[in-house]
């Protein structure tokens, strides 16, 4: 065979000798991936999804899209777009004192209004008009469906723009948690999630991304969320576990982040420990997280220990392989102190082998002990996929190996999977 680096070969020549390369080395490592599979006595599935095509580019691996293919629009500007020095700021331009700012930023981050019926202690005249200019319409309730005995609610979303996306509300003991949005649709094409299916359409923005919040608070002060149980209840635990990929979005979900936690008026006065951000391993978007001195959990959707197999599922995997991954999220736990969760869907014959629990209790020990804790989570059923999650008994032995060799790890529970609601399966669809 021609050398790559012989002089006679042109660019696209050379380049089209490296992809050739490359997919005899992936057919290689799948070959070694299903005879360890044979060996223990189950076959390895090869990843391939029914009713849907995905998206491939000219190399011949998933594309994938970190920014919109075209240009976009953002909402207005919204109140909880800015900081509390830049509301006083805006409204002095708009001819009104500066202290309408934290009046404004109470009614909508502890009141969760933006009715300017509700608004008494502002000047009735202009009152409406200054409503309409520091709060315009961000996120219309599309639909609401609900499990649980009413304790799980998923929210259909229309934006500005007529994008449609989703959140869910979870009632549980002693805590309330709302798994967010943050892009419209994702880009990261991983074959086996409803929401990769669609491709993206343009980041959320801040204020978009706080709305949710804002809006089930609401929902839960009118009792909702299968009644309240005190006056003071609300969203306590936010998960980034819904629509997009939250890191793929930085700089306005990290803003997001900043005015969860920010003390109110400025922000809903969060405990960071409760705010939960994922990604399928964006480094260098990981390592900016680290320094970013907030304390939030942070959570690597993993999903499979070996590249042969993640190069398949999670498609940014081909930028960003499984030890890259792994380095940035230790690095963030010997940053932050923060205790680091991987999560890992389990497939039928796909990662559930118990080979591949060792392979991640290898990869997870050799970086030190007390730092990682695993959530594995029976993969939930989407339309135009093969797959389904593991039988119970393989579940249980997956999970077993790893506590065997001391990797702490606890199965997820699943909530809103009636509903479509749960991991994997937000889609946006207005006709579910």
Not at 155 to 168: A, C, I, K, P, Q
Not at 266 to 280: D, K, P, W, Y
Request: net charge neutral; with cysteine.
């Amino acid at each position: 065979m021609t050398s790559i680096d012989s002089t006679p070969l042109s660019a696209e020549e050379r380049k089209a000798l490296r992809n050739e390369q490359a997919a005899a080395q992936r057919a290689q490592q799948l070959r070694i991936s299903k005879s360890r599979a044979e060996a223990e006595g189950r076959a390895q599935v090869v990843p391939t999804a029914e009713g849907w095509k995905q998206e491939m580019g000219a190399d011949g691996r998933p594309e994938l899209q970190f920014s919109t293919k075209r240009r976009v629009s953002q909402p207005p500007t919204h109140l909880a777009d800015l900081s509390l020095a830049e509301r006083q700021t805006k409204l002095k331009e708009l001819g009104l004192p500066g202290f309408r700012a934290k009046q404004l930023s109470v009614h909508y981050f502890q009141h969760y209004t933006t009715d300017p019926e509700k608004m008494s202690d502002l000047p009735k005249n202009g009152r409406e008009e200054l409503a309409e200019a520091m709060f315009p319409k961000l996120l219309t309730e599309v639909k609401r469906l609900e499990t649980d005995d009413g304790k799980t609610i998923k929210f259909l979303w229309r934006l500005f723009d007529g994008s449609l996306v989703e959140s869910v509300l979870m009632r549980y003991p002693g805590r309330i948690t709302l798994c967010i949005s943050s892009q419209c649709g994702c880009g990261m094409n991983c074959p086996f999630c409803a929401t990769g299916q669609a491709g993206l359409t343009r980041n959320m923005s801040t204020a978009e991304i706080l709305d949710q919040i804002v809006q089930a608070n609401r929902v839960i002060a009118e009792g909702g969320l299968g009644g309240r149980q005190h006056p003071d209840e609300r969203v306590g635990n936010i998960v980034f576990m819904g629509m997009g990929e939250p890191l793929a979005n930085y700089k306005r979900v990290m803003n997001a982040v900043h005015r969860m936690v920010a003390e109110a008026p400025e922000g809903l006065g969060m405990a960071a420990r409760g705010i939960t951000v994922s990604t399928v391993g964006l480094v260098p978007a990981i390592r900016k997280l680290a320094d970013e001195n907030v304390q939030v959990t942070f959570a690597l959707s993993l999903h499979a220990p070996d590249d042969e197999l993640r190069d398949e599922l999670i498609p940014v995997n081909s930028r960003w392989k499984v030890d890259e991954a792994l380095d940035a999220a230790y690095d963030y736990y010997v940053k932050t102190g923060r205790r680091v969760s991987i999560e890992y869907a389990l497939i039928k014959d796909m990662n559930d082998h118990e080979w591949r629990a060792e392979m991640l209790a290898k990869k997870l020990n050799a970086r030190g002990r007390g730092w990682v804790h695993v959530n594995p989570i029976p993969l939930n059923p989407v339309p135009g996929s093969i797959w389904t999650r593991s039988e119970p008994d393989i579940t249980s032995k997956f999970v077993r190996r790893l506590d065997e060799l001391g990797v702490p790890t606890t199965l997820r529970d699943t909530r809103g999977k009636e509903i479509d609601g749960a991991c994997g399966q937000l889609a946006a669809d207005g006709d579910k």
